[in-house]
């Protein structure tokens, strides 16, 4: 369970143990698409696992990917203060337990962005309940 601030204020992802971010770019239009992670810390366990089982010492940080039009993916992960790991990988290098670590953050992300359109349609829906009275 996340300890409060000293100060008394929640500072919510500041102070969660795992944060992911996926950053895919390339592709046909050759945009940049972001995802992040930084779930609390009671699911932090499972988190850890997913960025464990990646072979961050065997990646090579290349970043060229193989033939055009394709996306090249870069991982950043952080497991407390003092481990942080990073790889750029060809879209065909993206499999195993990357494709999973991948998925996960994108998953996640996709969660708390649905969370956060159902609040503000919320709000629009019912102005008076978020202004104060």
């Given amino acids: 369970m996340q300890e409060p601030h000293p100060s ?7 102070e969660r143990p795992v944060a992911v971010l996926v950053t895919r770019t390339g592709g046909f239009a050759g945009l940049t698409k972001r995802w992040r992670a930084e779930p609390p810390e009671s699911e932090a366990s499972e988190w850890i696992a997913l960025i464990s089982q990646c072979p961050w010492d065997a990646v090579e940080t ?3 990917p193989r033939g055009a039009d394709r996306f090249t993916w870069a991982i950043h992960a952080r ?3 003092e481990h942080e790991h990073d ?3 060809a879209d065909d290098d ?4 990357w494709r999973q670590l991948v998925d996960a953050v994108r998953e996640w992300s996709r ?5 956060a359109d159902r609040d503000r349609v919320s709000d629009r829906r019912n102005p008076s309940s978020s202004s104060p009275a």
Avoid: P
Wanted: proline share 0%; with cysteine.
């Fill in 79 to 81: 497991c407390g203060e």
């Fill in 8 to 14: 008394g204020t929640d500072t919510g992802a500041a």
């Fill in 94 to 97: 993206l499999v195993g337990a």
């Fill in 87 to 89: 790889a750029e990988l």
């Fill in 111 to 115: 969660t708390v962005d649905a969370d």
């Fill in 62 to 64: 290349t970043g060229n």
